[in-house]
């Protein structure tokens, strides 16, 4: 569902979820992306950190 909205806004095709994507199928991708999410949200509450998005 992502893709297909990312897709139609038309955001650049950049970063390593959208290389993934071309790839890769697209549930290979989605557990890649939670278990990217699920090691963010763990390194933050055993931090107790606040979430700082990368600079772009």
């Known amino acids: 569902m992502a893709r297909i909205s990312a897709k139609r806004s038309g955001k650049p095709r950049a970063g ?8 890769k199928p697209v549930k290979v991708v989605a557990v890649a ?6 090691r963010l949200v763990w390194a ?3 931090t107790g950190d606040s979430y700082r998005a990368a600079a772009a």
Do not use: F, K, Q, S
Not at 16 to 23: A, D, F, G, S, T
Not at 33 to 38: G, S
């Open 16 to 23: 390593w979820l959208w290389r993934m994507l071309e790839r």
């Open 33 to 38: 992306l939670a278990n990217r999410m699920a």
């Open 44 to 46: 933050l509450i055993r």
